[in-house]
């Protein structure tokens, strides 16, 4: 009989060994994903085992894993009855190692340790000029376990290349705690057939709020101190901001991050206005879950005039984000919660600011927001009132977003069916003509039109004509 070359082992993994004294082991390394770290080009790695391992990814150029990075992991638990637990497990690789990442490459990785590694993965790094690279990007929310009509879809395309990174604007799994967290866990190894090959960047949703959203703080990786509540990155030319619009509604946790939260807000968006940031990044894109505007068939917030995010918490308008984002000049605001596809006019208050009669997103004098909510879950999708004169286009068919950010100038955008086998069902350019002009104040803007064309609809898509700067009614 041959004995075991312990001398191979580490003391971590013989340790491992000796604690486990269950009937099974949980080794292997599951649920893989990546984000986008602290430092800018940094990649983070982010795994699970269900007991405690080393925190190992091998990795390298041309096929080869020939370099090797260490992390930590944490424990997590449930707060369900049966307190489930498992190892969270990050391995952040830099561009400032010696030996490490170079722009422009296609790496391959696994990740594990000695006692299992999981399959291989790969991932490609941004161009050396962070300021000349065009990243395209898939963004959704409300993304289910069950009925996740876009999956398929996003899996074949983010393998093929085509995405630089994924976001995610909230509600995942339906629910990440459900089952003590077996929900959870079935979603992250479903999306790691996305999620281990490009970034993907997360928001908070009204779906994670089990146990004051811990799934959601645990399992994600975002950049910045605040357990992925909120945070901002730059892609290229692009300065996104994800935050909570949770904290507006569960007010039950507390009032102390929401004030934390609009401080933060007004800091990132002065820094990222500072004119050399704004020359270098001029888009300034808001990731938050439920939206200020809408018009679907429900009594959600997005219906209503006063709406927490927009208006502020009554009486007193605390909190107020639509005159803080139009205040610091935000080009566009993306939203979702609500399961269907909707495009704004600009808008401030309820007003549309149109750039021109014939090219209402050229210039903008004001925000845009879209809806993206209809990427699949159980809860299906939203219809809608009838449709408002400061909405552009709308849809109920499931389906995701695809940005595209040519240059300083020239953003695109497409909203895909999933219904009509990946169609794009609507397709818009939002530019802006350098140097930047600034939001007016809004009574400067101000420019009313009485005669409103009717909508036309088609199917389950409806669009309005297009038109100059007007009031609209509240
Ligand atoms: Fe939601």
Not at 171 to 189: H, Q, S, T, W
Not at 345 to 370: F, M, R
Not at 400 to 419: G, M, P
Request: proline share 5%; with cysteine.
């Amino acid at each position: 009989m041959r004995s075991v070359g312990y001398s191979l082992l580490t003391w971590a993994t013989l340790t491992a060994i000796l604690n486990s004294s269950s009937a099974t082991v949980r080794y292997q390394p599951e649920q893989v994903h990546l984000s986008f770290g602290e430092k800018e080009r940094s990649i983070v790695i982010t795994w699970s085992t269900g007991n405690k391992t080393d925190s190992i990814v091998k990795y390298g150029g041309g096929g080869q894993l020939l370099q090797t990075k260490t992390g930590s992991c944490s424990l997590f638990v449930d707060g369900g009855k049966k307190k489930a637990s498992q190892y969270i497990h990050r391995v952040t690789l830099y561009y400032e190692d010696p030996d490490s990442l170079q722009p422009e490459t296609k790496y391959y990785y696994h990740v594990g340790s000695e006692l299992g590694w999981s399959a291989i993965y790969w991932f490609l790094t941004p161009p050396e000029n962070l300021n000349g690279w065009a990243p395209s990007i898939a963004i959704y929310g409300d993304m289910g376990n069950i009925n996740a009509q876009s999956l398929p879809r996003l899996q074949a395309e983010t393998q093929a290349g085509i995405y630089d990174a994924i976001i995610h604007v909230g509600d995942f799994a339906y629910n990440m705690d459900d089952y003590d967290g077996e929900v959870g866990d079935e979603f992250m190894r479903q999306i790691e057939t996305i999620a281990a090959y490009v970034p993907y960047m997360t928001t908070v949703g009204n779906h994670e709020s089990a146990y004051n959203f811990s799934h959601y703080r645990a399992r994600f990786s975002m950049p910045g101190p605040y357990e992925n509540m909120m945070y901002s990155f730059n892609m290229g030319p692009i300065h996104f901001i994800s935050f909570s619009t949770e904290y507006y509604y569960y007010l039950r946790y507390g009032f102390k991050m929401l004030v934390k939260q609009y401080e933060w807000l007004e800091n990132d968006l002065k820094e990222a206005n500072d004119p050399a940031n704004r020359t270098a990044r001029p888009w300034i894109i808001t990731l938050g879950h439920r939206p200020m505007y809408c018009s679907n068939r429900d009594d959600d917030d997005c219906t209503r005039i006063k709406n927490r995010l927009r208006y502020g918490i009554t009486p007193l308008r605390l909190f107020a984000l639509e005159d803080l984002f139009y205040k610091y000049s935000v080009d566009l605001e993306i939203w979702a919660h609500e399961h269907s596809y909707e495009r704004m006019w600009p808008l401030y208050n309820y007003k549309v600011y149109n750039g021109s009669y014939d090219q209402p997103y050229t210039n903008p004098k004001a925000p845009v927001h879209i809806v993206v909510g209809s990427a699949g879950c159980q809860e299906k999708v939203d219809s809608f009132n009838p449709l408002p004169s400061w909405s552009g286009f709308r849809s109920s068919d499931y389906g995701y977003s695809r940005i595209k950010v040519h240059n300083a100038t020239h953003l695109n955008l497409q909203q895909v069916s999933d219904d009509l086998d990946g169609q794009v069902i609507d397709e818009w350019w939002l530019i802006k003509e350098m140097p930047r002009i600034k939001f007016p104040l809004a009574d400067e803007l101000f420019s009313s039109q009485s005669n409103s064309p009717s909508p036309q609809k088609v199917g389950n898509i409806e669009q309005n004509h297009l038109r100059d700067s007007f009031e609209v009614e509240k």
